[in-house]
């Protein structure tokens, strides 16, 4: 049974960090790559960084990259996201991703986490 779970969403002031985590549970084969989405109401998802497990090469969508750094610890099979300057249309539900893939579609990826939020405001 594959789970994922996120963890480290809250409320932070604009200008703010936060760091969030992922736990990656139930494989038998570790994923090739593993990434962040994250969707706001009203808009679609968007793949935020992803992270090609191997060798811990990233990509990051324009809209955050210098400000978000995505970062593993393949011994626990956990991923990470640290959020700095953080802007209100930074605001939305935060997912973790994992699959064979290594992109920022969401339709590359197979297993999902149930989201943590975060919310950016002054």
């Known amino acids: 049974q594959v789970q994922l779970v996120e963890s480290g969403g809250g409320s932070v002031q604009i200008g703010g960090s936060l760091n969030l985590s992922c736990a990656a549970s139930g494989y038998t084969d570790s994923p090739r790559a593993m990434a962040w989405f994250r969707q706001a109401p009203g808009k679609e998802r968007e793949g935020v960084a992803a992270?090609?497990?191997?060798?811990?090469?990233?990509i990051y969508a324009d809209s955050v990259k210098g400000r978000f750094t995505m970062s593993q610890d393949n011994a626990k099979n956990a991923v990470y996201l640290s959020m700095n300057s953080l802007k209100p249309e930074d605001s939305a539900m935060y997912y973790c991703?994992?699959?064979?893939?290594?992109?920022?579609?969401?339709?590359?990826?197979?297993?999902w986490g149930q989201g943590t939020q975060v919310t950016v405001s002054s």
């Open positions: 992270i090609y497990t191997r060798n811990g090469f990233t």
């Open positions: 991703a994992a699959g064979g893939q290594f992109t920022l579609s969401s339709s590359r990826y197979d297993d």
